[in-house]
């Protein structure tokens, strides 16, 4: 097998046929398989580029605070096993924590809001401490949701390595396409497991930062934004992986 379809053939037939067995239950996996078998790997990766910038524009819009995305390359290289959690978490300052196996419940978040003082403070002081607040909310929250899809790229990558060192070390008679298709079949619950808690991670999140918006008088609509994004980065991501698989 060539050098990327052999990287990537293990994920990309179980993401496969896990579009196909709920594909009449989810429209991103319609739409992801779709755009996978008509639009080419090119063009899809420059859409993932285009889409984490337009992301990284409108998070501007509601937060001054910088925070960083991984990049393409360098998730590329999470994927691969080249780097690890610890070094994109240093290198792009986004939280630890939440890229391990244990992290707390983000619902929690919610009980941290600080009692309300009995003195008289000056509007324009409270209108201030607010907007802080507001502000290092979303911060926080998006980087919570980048450093998510750190933990989970992670996962699909240590999935990867290990089926395809399961199937490298089968004899050579014995690697051909009905030991792939056992392979994946053996993985298919882990990739659906891994999508179902990662949808909920984010939820978590997202439903903390909204809480903690609404507590503060702030906008919302970051939330609607965020959801959106997530939902897109998953489905252009399958996209891609489908359409290496076609070539």
Do not use: F, W
């Not at 239950?25 to 285009?50: C, R």
């Not at 819009?61 to 994927?79: G, H």
């Amino acid at each position: 097998m060539k050098k990327i379809s052999k990287v990537l053939l293990i994920i990309v037939t179980i993401i496969v046929l896990v579009a196909g067995v709920v594909l009449y239950v989810q429209y991103d996996n319609i739409s992801a398989l779709m755009s996978g078998m008509n639009t080419s790997s090119e063009d899809l990766a420059a859409q993932m580029d285009d889409n984490r910038e337009k992301l990284k524009e409108e998070v501007k819009k509601y937060t001054s605070s910088p925070i960083n995305d991984i990049s393409a390359e360098d998730e590329e290289k999470l994927l691969n096993g080249e780097i690890s959690i610890k070094d994109v978490a240093d290198k792009y300052h986004l939280p630890l924590d939440y890229m391990k196996d244990d992290s707390r419940d983000t619902q929690d978040n919610s009980s941290d809001t600080k009692p309300e003082s009995s003195n008289t403070i000056p509007e324009t002081s409270v209108s201030k401490d607010n907007e802080k607040s507001i502000d290092a909310a979303i911060s926080d929250g998006v980087s919570k949701m980048y450093a998510l899809k750190v933990k989970y790229v992670n996962k699909l990558g240590e999935l990867e390595r290990e089926a395809i060192k399961e199937y490298s070390n089968l004899p050579k008679e014995k690697q051909d396409e009905a030991s792939k298709y056992s392979i994946v079949m053996k993985n298919i619950n882990n990739i659906a497991g891994l999508e179902k808690k990662c949808d909920n991670e984010v939820a978590n999140v997202l439903s903390a930062l909204e809480s903690e918006l609404v507590s503060l008088d702030g906008d919302t609509e970051i939330i609607q934004i965020l959801k959106d994004a997530y939902q897109q980065e998953k489905e252009v991501k399958k996209a891609y992986y489908l359409s290496l698989y076609k070539k």
